[in-house]
C-alpha cells in the first residue's frame, strides 16, 4: 500500500511539468474572447515547426487577448516568427520536397539561377527584377519562410522567380535533372551565408559537401559561375575547399590567400547587408566550370 502511495505521488509529481507545458503555456489557453485578427505564433514549447493560426474571433468571442499573450509574444511575433535553424540531418528533411512539374510557375524557358539557402528571398527578389531574362530559383528548408518568400514574389507580380522548399542536399540532383529537362542552361549558382552550422561540431550539416559540389559540376552550363559568400571566414574557405577539390571547377582567385573583393551578382542578400551595416566582414570566392 505503501508502495503503491509512494509510486501514484511520483507519477503525479513527474507528469505535472508536462501538464504545465502542455496546457498552462499554451497561446490558446491564453486567448479570451479576442478582438485579434490573426496571431501567428511559432510554437517553441512544442513542435517547433508547427504554427498555430488563431482566425478572427466573432460574437460573444470578442475580447482582447489577455495581457499575457500579448507582453509575451507580440515581441516574439516578428522576431521569431520563423524559427531560426532546423537540423538538416533530422528525419523529416530526409524526405523528398519535389513535386512534378516544379517548374511550371515559370513564365518562359529562360536560363536558370539557382540561389541555394535563400531565406525570405531578398536577393533572389530583386535579381529578378534586375535581369527578366533569367529565371531564378530560391530553394530554402523552412517551410513557413519558403511560404513567406513566395507570397513576396506573387505581390510583386514576378514571372522569372520561383521558390522551393527543400533540403539542397537530398534534393538538389532531382532539381537538376527537372532544369535539364526543360532545355534551358543553368547558368550561376549562388551559395550565400549558408551556414548557421558553422561551429566545427556540427560540420556535417553543412550544405557545401563533395556530393553537391559533384552535382553542380555535371548539371552547370559550360563556364557557368558559381559564387560564394560569408561572413565566417572558416565557413568560406570550408566551401571553397570542397570546390577546389572538384577539379572540374577553377577558382577564379588563382592564390588561395586571395579573396573576391567584389560581390559578383551586384546585389547584397539579407545577412550581407546586415553583416556590412554592424561594419563586419565578408568573405568572397567565384568559381567557373572547366571548359
Ligand atoms: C544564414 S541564412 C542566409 C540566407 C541568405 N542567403 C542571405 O544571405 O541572407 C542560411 C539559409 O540557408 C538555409 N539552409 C541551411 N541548410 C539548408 C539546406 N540543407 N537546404 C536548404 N536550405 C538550407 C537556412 O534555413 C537559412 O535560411
Known amino acids: 500500500m505503501k508502495t503503491l502511495s509512494l509510486f501514484l505521488t511520483l507519477t503525479f509529481l513527474l507528469s505535472l511539468p508536462m501538464f504545465l507545458s502542455s496546457y498552462i503555456l499554451r497561446?490558446?489557453?491564453?486567448?479570451?474572447?479576442?478582438?485579434?485578427?490573426?496571431?501567428?505564433l511559432t510554437m517553441s514549447l512544442h513542435d517547433t515547426r508547427n504554427e498555430e493560426t488563431f482566425?478572427?474571433?466573432?460574437?460573444?468571442?470578442?475580447?482582447?487577448?489577455?495581457?499575457e499573450v500579448v507582453k509575451k509574444k507580440k515581441k516574439s511575433v516578428n522576431t521569431a516568427r520563423f524559427r531560426q535553424h532546423v537540423n538538416p540531418l533530422s528525419s523529416r528533411?530526409?524526405?523528398?520536397?519535389?513535386?512534378?512539374?516544379?517548374?511550371?510557375?515559370?513564365a518562359s524557358p529562360l536560363p536558370y539561377h539557382l540561389d541555394i539557402g535563400c531565406a525570405k528571398g531578398t536577393f533572389v527578389l530583386e535579381m529578378a527584377e534586375k535581369n527578366e531574362a533569367v529565371n531564378y530559383l530560391g530553394l530554402e528548408i523552412r517551410k513557413p519562410v519558403v511560404e513567406y518568400?513566395?507570397?513576396?514574389?506573387?505581390?510583386?507580380?514576378l514571372s522569372n522567380c520561383h521558390f522551393l522548399e527543400c533540403n539542397v542536399n537530398v534534393d538538389l540532383l532531382k532539381i537538376l535533372k527537372g532544369i535539364k529537362k526543360t532545355s534551358s542552361a543553368l547558368r550561376t549558382v549562388t551559395i550565400l551565408f549558408p551556414d548557421p552550422h558553422f561551429k566545427e561540431k556540427h560540420k556535417k550539416r553543412r550544405v557545401?559537401?563533395?556530393?553537391?559540389?559533384?552535382?553542380?559540376?555535371?548539371?552547370?552550363?559550360?563556364?557557368?559561375?558559381v559564387y560564394l559568400a560569408s561572413d565566417v571566414k572558416n565557413v568560406l574557405d570550408d566551401m571553397r575547399a570542397t570546390f577546389r577539390d572538384n577539379n572540374k571547377f577553377e577558382d577564379m582567385t588563382g592564390n588561395i590567400q586571395e579573396y573576391l573583393e567584389v560581390n559578383l551578382m551586384g546585389v547584397p542578400t539579407e545577412r550581407e547587408r546586415s553583416v556590412l551595416k554592424d561594419g563586419g566582414g565578408v568573405w568572397r570566392a567565384g568559381f567557373r566550370l572547366r571548359k
Open 27 to 40: 497561446p490558446s489557453t491564453y486567448l479570451r474572447r479576442g478582438n485579434i485578427q490573426t496571431l501567428t
Open 149 to 157: 518568400a513566395l507570397d513576396r514574389r506573387n505581390r510583386r507580380n
Open 208 to 225: 557545401v559537401l563533395p556530393q553537391l559540389v559533384e552535382e553542380l559540376a555535371e548539371y552547370l552550363e559550360e563556364e557557368g559561375i
Open 55 to 67: 482566425e478572427s474571433y466573432s460574437g460573444n468571442e470578442r475580447e482582447e487577448v489577455v495581457d
Open 93 to 106: 528533411y530526409q524526405i523528398s520536397q519535389i513535386h512534378p512539374n516544379f517548374l511550371s510557375p515559370f
